[in-house]
């Protein structure tokens, strides 16, 4: 007779049962090193935007602010005589006797009140303006004058980057004039005018008060930065140029408080750091101590729960599961310090 096998031939519904549930523990493992590395990602990711986006704020607004209130060889510590012809001189936009100026908020109120050009900003986020020269600096080639002093047109070299409507100050060191350029191709003719009853704010007078030849011509802005929701309903860092329309530079700030030093002596360093409300004389500030605070874009981020952070001298706990950072830094303006 013949002996057939006993071995098993097969697997019993036991083992099958088993090699699933140890097949479901690997696949278990597996997703959740897969999760957890695509979190780790997400959160170093944001982390690293949230810094480049933090230092770039930063160095921007400290650039602007070194160069508060520069108006080339007519700043001078304020011994050049300036002559602003427009319209309104005295103006948020064309206040160029003023080179930094700021507004604190205090919730939905800001103190000194806020000027219209700045649009639906953050409650309870500071305001900064700058007002400044642009380069490039040209020279004058001729300006014969006229009646009454310094009224005729003023002739530069062609491709000057001037457009019509321009805010600029002509300085020959010894005095300063500003003014709106009214001739329609500045760039490409050489010619500068600056006739009244055209263009806004427009200019009160054609007198400059002198011949300029062979003086300076700059441009003048005065930039606002300021925190509000984009299109997105975003926080954004915004920035306003004299009447343009206010542009997006930073998504994800959330709030920005500023510091003015003030020099209470003759030294020409800050005595004190207060805010804008309690700043006097606003040529007695040498620098400004910005602090930003920045979050992420993204949500879901934090691990233990939303994050606490210190802001401004108090100890904040999110709403939501965002990362957030502080970026602080204190600048001096260059022509006001030694």
């Not at 004058?145 to 060191?173: K, Y």
């Not at 329609?184 to 007198?207: D, F, L």
């Not at 709030?255 to 004190?272: C, F, R």
């Amino acid at each position: 007779m013949r002996k057939y096998s006993q071995s098993q031939k097969g697997m019993t519904l036991v083992e099958l049962m088993i090699a699933l549930v140890l097949g479901l523990i690997v696949t278990s493992v597996v997703i959740e090193i897969f999760l957890s590395s695509k979190q780790m990602y997400r959160v170093q990711d944001a982390r690293a935007r949230l810094q480049e986006n933090g230092r770039f704020a930063v160095q921007f607004l400290s650039k602007n602010i070194r160069n508060a209130g520069y108006n080339g060889c007519a700043t001078r510590g304020g011994s050049v005589p300036i002559t602003n012809t427009l319209n309104n001189s005295g103006d948020y936009l064309w206040d160029f006797a003023t080179g930094i100026q700021g507004v604190d908020a205090s919730g939905a109120v800001w103190a000194p009140a806020i000027d219209a050009s700045i649009t639906t900003p953050l409650s309870g986020s500071d305001v900064l303006t700058i007002r400044t020269m642009n380069d490039p600096v040209i020279r004058v080639t001729a300006h014969p004058g006229g009646t009454p002093p310094g009224s005729a047109a003023i002739q530069v070299n062609t491709q000057n980057q001037l457009e019509r409507f321009d805010i600029v100050m002509v300085s020959d060191c010894l005095t300063s004039a500003i003014f709106q350029i009214t001739s329609a191709n500045p760039n490409t003719s050489g010619t500068i005018t600056h006739n009244t009853g055209v263009g806004a704010p427009g200019n009160a007078t054609q007198a400059l008060g002198k011949d300029y030849t062979g003086a300076e011509i700059v441009k003048l802005t005065t930039k606002s930065f300021y925190v509000r929701n984009n299109a997105d309903g975003v926080p954004t860092l915004y920035q306003r140029i004299s009447s343009n329309a206010d542009s997006e530079l930073i998504e994800g700030v959330e709030n920005m408080q500023i510091l003015y030093g003030v020099d209470t002596g003759t030294d020409q360093s800050a005595d004190q750091y207060v805010a804008a409300n309690s700043v006097t004389d606003w040529a007695r500030v040498v620098s400004v101590r910005v602090s930003l605070l920045l979050r992420t874009l993204d949500d879901n981020l934090t691990v233990n729960g939303p994050q606490t952070y210190s802001f401004n001298g108090a100890a904040v706990t999110a709403t939501d599961s965002r990362l957030r950072a502080v970026f602080s830094r204190t600048v001096s303006l260059r022509n006001r310090v030694p």
